[in-house]
T-cell receptor
Framework: QQQVKQSPQSLIVQKGGISIINCAYENTAFDYFPWYQQFPGKGPALLIAIRPDVSEKKEGRFTISFNKSAKQFSLHIMDSQPGDSATYFCAARGTSGTYKYIFGTGTRLKVLA | GAVVSQHPSRVICKSGTSVKIECRSLDFQATTMFWYRQFPKQSLMLMATSNEGSKATYEQGVEKDKFLINHASLTLSTLTVTSAHPEDSSFYIC???????????FGPGTRLTVT
């Protein structure tokens, strides 16, 4: 079964620090890798995404690094702020059928003021 | 970005009753919508794929007779939890991709509590 493994499960970072969340997938039948941010009681919101033909994508303080050969991708949050405290999910989109997403298990980030 | 809405945002119902949750794509048409279930502090679990004009596709282990899905139009999908029980209490979230795009846009979720 297709899986996306995410780590760490939880993360505490000082304000201004760098938050790093990692994901790994097990097969190559994915063509799009988004990261979602979710606040308690809210739906997930797209943060940033990457396609496998690109090794890095940066949008503001958020960067995705993608290693196709290792089947790994990571989210870096630079200059982390207390407002970034949320749960982050990586996902991978399947390449067939209805193109459904497989989600990672989530990382609860807390940024200390 | 695209907007997906859900109604209601919260619902409390008694055990044995049925509850309908609506998911609407407000500014685009969606031939496909996805329904997820999320328990506290857990990831999103895909329940089913809603297809406009055809039957929904359910993930393994999801009871299709309990979770009825109807994709009534290109902007509306509904999830009906039939004969709800306390163990059905959860956060239900829908999403929809724009045609031709990779992104899925998520609704704000519906908190279902069955007493």
């Amino acid at each position: 079964q297709q899986q996306v493994k995410q780590s760490p499960q939880s993360l505490i970072v000082q304000k201004g620090g760098i938050s790093i969340i990692n994901c790994a997938y097990e097969n190559t039948a994915f063509d799009y890798f988004p990261w979602y941010q979710q606040f308690p009681g809210k739906g997930p919101a797209l943060l940033i995404a990457i396609r496998p033909d690109v090794s890095e994508k940066k949008e503001g303080r958020f960067t995705i690094s993608f290693n196709k050969s290792a089947k790994q991708f990571s989210l870096h949050i630079m200059d982390s702020q207390p407002g970034d405290s949320a749960t982050y999910f990586c996902a991978a989109r399947g390449t067939s059928g209805t193109y459904k997403y497989i989600f990672g298990t989530g990382t609860r980030l807390k940024v200390l003021a | 970005g695209a907007v997906v809405s859900q109604h209601p945002s919260r619902v409390i119902c008694k055990s044995g009753t049925s509850v309908k949750i609506e998911c609407r794509s407000l500014d685009f048409q969606a031939t496909t919508m996805f329904w997820y279930r999320q328990f506290p502090k857990q990831s999103l679990m895909l329940m089913a794929t809603s297809n406009e004009g055809s039957k929904a596709t359910y993930e393994q282990g999801v009871e299709k007779d309990k979770f009825l899905i109807n994709h009534a139009s290109l902007t509306l999908s509904t999830l009906t939890v039939t004969s709800a029980h306390p163990e059905d209490s959860s956060f239900y979230i829908c999403s929809a991709p724009r045609q031709g795009q990779y992104e899925q846009y998520f609704g704000p979720g519906t908190r279902l509590t069955v007493t």
